[in-house]
C-alpha cells in the first residue's frame, strides 16, 4: 500500500540523524498520522465502534434495569432508567477499549505485511516506534469515547465544565492505558485469532469486574476483591465522578485515588509496551 510505503520511506530517511531529539518525535507523530488515516479510511470499523457499545448500553441497560429493581410498576420505569444512567460510562469504557485495543492488531498486520521489516532495521529508536503507535490508539479511542458523550444528557448527565474535564481526562488516561496493553500484547502476537483468544480470556473479564455493570460495593467478597485490584475499577470511578458528581453511590473512591492508581497503571503497562519492543528486537548475536 502507498501509505505502509511512504511511512517506511520517511522512517528511514532518519538514519543520519538517529539520536536528536525532533527525529524521535518526527517519526512517532509520522506513525501516530499512519495509525489515524487508516482507520479512518475503514468506515465500518468507524461505524461498528460506536453501535455496538450503543446497542449494548441499550438493551442490557433496560434489561438490568428492571432485574436490578425491587418495586413494580412506575418504579420498574425509574430502575431501569437509573441503570441506563449507572451503565452510561461502562459503555463508553468500553468503546475505549474495543477501540484501543482493536488498533493495536495493526501490529500484527505491519509485521504479516513487511512494514516493520522495513521500521526496525532503521536506527529510528524503538520509543518512537512505541510512542506513535501508541498515541495513534489512544487518539482514537479517547476521540471515538467522546463522542458518546453526546448521548449523555439522554439519561439526565448534564454535568459542570470542571466534572466533563476530569472525565474527559480520565477517559484519555483510560485509553493510554489500555492501548499500551494492546500494544504489549500484540507485539508477542504473530497471527490476529491469538489476539483474540487474549482479548476473550483475559481483556473483555477486566472490563466486566471494573464495575461497569454492578457496583464494586454490591460484589460478594471474592469477586469484590478481584474488581478493587483491577486498574480499570478506578477508569471506571473516576469516569463516573466527573459525570455524576452530585449523585451519591456512583462513585465509589477518591476522585484523586481514582486518577493516581490509573495514571500509575498507564504508566506500567507503557513501560511493559517499551520493555516487550527491546526484548523482541535486541537478540544475543549467533
Given at each position: 500500500?502507498?501509505?505502509?510505503?511512504?511511512?517506511?520511506?520517511?522512517?528511514?530517511?532518519?538514519?543520519?540523524?538517529?539520536?536528536?531529539?525532533?527525529?524521535?518525535?518526527?517519526?512517532?507523530?509520522?506513525?501516530?498520522?499512519?495509525?489515524?488515516?487508516?482507520?479512518?479510511?475503514?468506515?465500518?470499523?468507524?461505524?461498528?465502534?460506536?453501535?455496538?457499545?450503543?446497542?449494548?448500553?441499550?438493551?442490557?441497560?433496560?434489561?438490568?434495569?428492571?432485574?436490578?429493581?425491587?418495586?413494580?410498576?412506575?418504579?420498574?420505569?425509574?430502575?431501569?432508567?437509573?441503570?441506563?444512567r449507572f451503565f452510561f460510562p461502562g459503555a463508553l469504557v468500553m468503546i475505549v477499549l474495543f477501540t484501543s485495543i482493536f488498533s493495536m492488531m495493526s501490529?500484527?498486520?505491519?509485521?504479516?505485511?513487511?512494514?516493520?521489516?522495513?521500521?526496525?532495521?532503521?536506527?529510528?529508536?524503538?520509543?518512537?516506534?512505541?510512542?506513535?503507535?501508541?498515541?495513534?490508539?489512544?487518539?482514537?479511542?479517547?476521540?471515538?469515547?467522546?463522542?458518546?458523550?453526546?448521548?449523555?444528557?439522554?439519561?439526565?448527565?448534564?454535568?459542570?465544565?470542571?466534572?466533563?474535564?476530569?472525565?474527559?481526562?480520565?477517559?484519555?488516561?483510560?485509553?493510554?492505558?489500555l492501548t499500551s496493553l494492546g500494544f504489549a500484547i500484540a507485539w508477542k502476537m504473530d497471527s490476529p485469532q491469538a489476539f483474540h483468544a487474549i482479548i476473550?480470556?483475559?481483556?473483555?473479564?477486566?472490563?466486566?469486574?471494573?464495575?461497569?455493570?454492578?457496583?464494586?460495593?454490591?460484589?460478594?467478597?471474592?469477586?469484590?476483591?478481584?474488581?478493587?485490584?483491577?486498574?480499570?475499577?478506578?477508569?471506571?470511578?473516576?469516569?463516573?465522578?466527573?459525570?455524576?458528581?452530585?449523585?451519591?453511590?456512583?462513585?465509589?473512591?477518591?476522585?484523586?485515588?481514582?486518577?493516581?492508581?490509573?495514571?500509575?497503571?498507564?504508566?506500567?503497562?507503557?513501560?511493559?509496551?517499551?520493555?516487550?519492543?527491546?526484548?523482541?528486537?535486541?537478540?544475543?548475536?549467533?
Amino acid at each position: 500500500m502507498a501509505t505502509i510505503a511512504n511511512s517506511a520511506t520517511r522512517l528511514s530517511e532518519m538514519r543520519e540523524h538517529e539520536r536528536s531529539g525532533p527525529v524521535l518525535w518526527t517519526a512517532a507523530y509520522t506513525l501516530w498520522v499512519r495509525e489515524l488515516v487508516r482507520f479512518y479510511r475503514q468506515k465500518s470499523r468507524v461505524v461498528g465502534v460506536i453501535a455496538s457499545p450503543l446497542l449494548f448500553w441499550v438493551v442490557i441497560g433496560s434489561g438490568f434495569g428492571d432485574s436490578f429493581s425491587s418495586g413494580a410498576g412506575a418504579g420498574h420505569a425509574a430502575a431501569g432508567s437509573s441503570y441506563l444512567r449507572f451503565f452510561f460510562p461502562g459503555a463508553l469504557v468500553m468503546i475505549v477499549l474495543f477501540t484501543s485495543i482493536f488498533s493495536m492488531m495493526s501490529l500484527i498486520q505491519d509485521r504479516n505485511e513487511g512494514f516493520l521489516l522495513s521500521v526496525l532495521p532503521s536506527p529510528v529508536s524503538r520509543a518512537a516506534i512505541v510512542l506513535g503507535k501508541v498515541m495513534g490508539g489512544t487518539t482514537l479511542a479517547a476521540v471515538q469515547g467522546l463522542m458518546f458523550l453526546v448521548f449523555a444528557p439522554l439519561v439526565g448527565v448534564h454535568g459542570s465544565v470542571a466534572g466533563i474535564t476530569f472525565a474527559i481526562a480520565a477517559t484519555v488516561l483510560t485509553a493510554f492505558a489500555l492501548t499500551s496493553l494492546g500494544f504489549a500484547i500484540a507485539w508477542k502476537m504473530d497471527s490476529p485469532q491469538a489476539f483474540h483468544a487474549i482479548i476473550n480470556l483475559f481483556l473483555l473479564p477486566l472490563w466486566l469486574l471494573s464495575g461497569a455493570l454492578f457496583p464494586v460495593a454490591s460484589a460478594s467478597g471474592w469477586l469484590r476483591a478481584i474488581m478493587l485490584v483491577n486498574p480499570l475499577t478506578y477508569g471506571m470511578d473516576a469516569l463516573r465522578t466527573g459525570l455524576y458528581p452530585d449523585a451519591r453511590g456512583m462513585a465509589q473512591f477518591g476522585p484523586g485515588l481514582s486518577l493516581v492508581i490509573l495514571a500509575a497503571f498507564a504508566a506500567v503497562v507503557f513501560l511493559a509496551a517499551m520493555m516487550a519492543v527491546a526484548k523482541r528486537t535486541q537478540k544475543p548475536a549467533a
